[in-house]
């Protein structure tokens, strides 16, 4: 099966559109501003970076594609993915929301709400689904019994 590589739509391309958009609001609306946050966001961030790292290297692991329109060959369930199906948009989510919490306005802690949102319609449940298609009943156990995010 052929895929489309629109590498426009990825998730980390979506992350990174959120950060941009992280530091305009946190610069020309700010909604409300703090002062020494920056060390519990970047905390919060190296925390989201490592989770992304840590899952990442189980696609490696595992010999399946990571990228997210493309048919999976394995059923991940080990390492992060035992407690969590999305381990790696939940740490770009993580890293996010300690970027917003680091640039001390609530706009930007707000702007990286919307990457869940975002990520969950338009990749999670085509993935849900792909898995569901591969593994049937595996799928469907390791789904019923593990946390989306």
Do not use: C, H
Request: charge should be positive; charged fraction near 20%; glycine fraction near 10%.
């Amino acid at each position: 099966m052929s895929v489309r590589r629109d590498f426009s739509d990825i998730p980390p391309i979506w992350a990174f559109g959120v950060l941009v958009a992280q530091g305009l609001l946190a610069r020309w609306l700010p909604l409300v501003t703090w002062e020494g946050g920056r060390l519990a966001g970047m905390a919060l961030l190296g925390a989201g970076l490592a989770l992304v790292l840590w899952a990442s290297l189980w696609f490696r692991r595992k010999r399946t594609s990571i990228e997210p329109r493309e048919r999976p060959s394995a059923l991940i369930v080990e390492g992060p993915f035992r407690v969590n199906r999305n381990p790696i948009y939940t740490g770009m989510a993580l890293a996010l929301l300690g970027a917003g919490i680091g640039l001390g306005a609530l706009s930007a802690v707000l702007a990286a709400l919307v990457f869940p949102v975002v990520i969950d319609r338009r990749f999670v449940r085509g993935e849900e689904a792909a898995l569901r298609d591969v593994f049937g009943a595996e799928a469907e156990r390791y789904i019923a019994a593990t946390r989306r995010w």
